[in-house]
């Protein structure tokens, strides 16, 4: 019997593979035979600290789905496909054969003279860290910066009509609330695809979570807690046309019901153009130009700037040139430089917004909101006790800063020059001292946004700080990735950067960082446990 029983189980050993047997919690079981390398090896660090803190870097804003966004065709490949890497990593048909396809492209960076489009398994011509047209958000990258000591991840679901109706090229609606509707359904798909890797629902290294409670327990198993968010334009259609707001009380509840259903728990009241609910931030130099000209089309009105009632102040207007937008008889205003604000603010459709998300315990993004709009978001949660406010990648006015960590919310600045990053991160330390807060960073891949040019000085491999996995130069297909050669090229270089950045900032700067994810938890439970 004991015989027989003792061959029963060399048998059932025997069938098993020892890729599954002996399978860390870190590594998939499933991985595709065809995929990217991570180049990060050990386990990624788990658990609290002795006063219950967990730790972990914080990406405040990204976008894993804007491929989806825009029309569908302004972002060309995919996080992930289930057909494998040569699907989600190829360029769009429009770009071939030399990449002169990229319009875009072409206008935002400067760049006339195309690119090789053939992505897997080659990679020529991108991603690169200048690219806006491309995919910089592969799922396997994104496991490197998670496996680097990345433990939240805002994933901002983004569009943008009037760009997407400009855009010559288009494979879905231009609207933007059906846009987020598609981008979030394919962020659970994401999910159930490294959960499939991982050996059943629920066991990947990728967890959606609609609470801190929920946050904080992933974060502390070693996984990568992921937060829905929303930036957009037009937030639940409130668009305003010669001042004639184009949504209603009722559309704001019911999309902010909608939208809490959906799981997410932040959002952007504007972002680019001024709306029914708040005036922007403006955009600077060509950029601000060019997006200026879409604020005329999509409201009937410039941007207009007053002189500003304190010390903050909007960024400067980006020229508006000759411009195929607009009709020539439309000439933009000269702007006076000493007005450096939006006379637009936080509308009463705004405050209703504002009101509303409090009620629902979402957290406020001021980024993107101009002074006048940010400045009164901040009195109505300063008079509320709210703390859920947010700013994510540096587009709120510093000197709001301490407003903010009074209130109990949470600052992250943008992921651009790790010089720029340490320069602004050293202004406000003090203040991070004074209200024992950690500090996020904002991707803000796939946003059409800039990110770090080639570093110098990173050597091969690296121990990420202080005590994480062991970090090398990141392949995929044919091509090797180097921050030292390509800068901020995709995700998966994050790790990389975030050493740039402790050898010019130093190991308490990193600490600071990793204590961004224990900030970020507490601001969101402090906005779970408000009460009017």
């Known amino acids: 019997m004991l015989l027989r029983l003792a061959l029963a189980v060399s048998l059932v050993l025997a069938a098993m593979s020892p890729a599954t047997a002996a399978t860390p919690w870190w590594e998939p079981v499933a991985r595709p035979a065809q995929d990217s390398q991570i ?28 491929n989806e966004g825009f029309g569908g065709k302004l972002i060309c490949g995919k996080p992930f496909s289930e057909q494998g890497i040569a699907d989600a990593l190829k360029d769009c048909p429009e770009h071939y054969p030399a990449g002169l396809g990229a319009i875009f492209e072409a206008i935002v960076t400067g760049d006339l003279d195309g690119h090789d489009p053939v992505g897997w398994p080659t990679f020529k011509g991108w991603p690169s860290s200048t690219t806006v047209s491309h995919q910089q958000n592969y799922y396997a990258w994104l496991e490197r910066a998670w496996r680097g000591g990345q433990r939240v991840l805002v994933q901002d679901l983004t569009s943008n009509a009037t760009l997407c109706v ?13 846009s987020v509707r598609l981008q979030a359904q394919r962020t659970y798909e994401l999910q159930a695809f490294v959960d499939k890797q991982f050996g059943g629902a629920g066991k990947g290294w990728f967890r ?37 707001p184009l949504c209603n ?24 153009f001024d709306n029914a609910l708040c005036g922007v931030r403006f955009d600077s130099g060509t950029q601000g130009g060019v997006i200026n000209a879409g604020q005329f ?20 207007i980006g020229t508006v040139g000759p411009n195929a937008l607009v009709p020539a008889s439309a000439v933009a ?102 209200y024992d807060v950690g500090i996020g960073f904002g991707s ?89």
Not at 39 to 58: A, I, S, Y
């Open 39 to 66: 180049n990060v090896t050990g386990e990624p660090f788990k658990g609290v600290d002795g006063q219950g803190r967990v730790r972990g870097l914080v990406d405040a804003h990204n976008h894993l789905m804007t």
């Open 166 to 178: 400009i855009h010559p090229f288009k494979d879905k609606p231009c609207d933007e609330m059906q």
């Open 249 to 272: 009380k009722g559309d704001i509840d019911r999309g902010l019901d909608e939208m809490y259903a959906l799981g997410v728990r932040s959002a952007f009241l504007c972002h680019k």
């Open 444 to 532: 803000d891949y796939n946003g059409v946004g800039s990110h770090p040019a080639p570093q110098t000085g990173v050597t091969y491999p690296f121990r990420s700080y202080p005590d994480g996995p062991l970090v090398d130069r990141q392949r995929t297909g044919e091509r090797v990735w180097d921050i030292n050669v390509d800068g901020g090229a995709h995700i998966g270089l994050l790790p990389d950067w975030v050493e740039k950045v402790r050898q010019l900032g130093g190991d308490q700067l990193v600490k600071d960082m990793l204590g961004g994810a224990e900030s970020y938890l507490r601001t969101w439970s402090g906005t779970q446990r408000w009460t009017p």
């Open 333 to 434: 205003p000269a702007y006076d430089p000493a007005k450096r604000c939006n006379v637009r603010g936080l509308t009463s459709l705004g405050e209703y917004a504002v009101q509303g998300m409090m009620r629902r315990h979402m957290m406020i993004e001021v980024d993107h909101m101009s002074v006048k709009a940010a400045g009164r978001t901040l009195d109505l949660a300063a008079q509320a006790k709210f703390p859920g406010i947010i700013s994510s990648h540096s587009w709120m006015d510093a000197q709001w800063t301490e407003k903010v960590y009074q209130l109990g919310g949470f600052v992250a600045g943008y992921e651009n020059s790790p010089e720029g990053y340490v320069s602004q991160a050293a202004a406000a330390e003090p203040l991070r001292r004074k």
């Open 208 to 244: 959606i979570v609609t609470s801190a409670e929920q946050a904080r327990d992933v974060v502390a198993q070693g996984k990568l807690a992921v937060v829905l968010g929303i930036e957009t334009s037009e937030l639940f259609g409130c668009r305003t046309f010669l001042d004639i």
């Open 297 to 316: 089309l999509r409201t009937g009105q410039w941007w207009q700037t007053e002189q500003c009632k304190g010390p903050q102040q909007d960024n400067p």
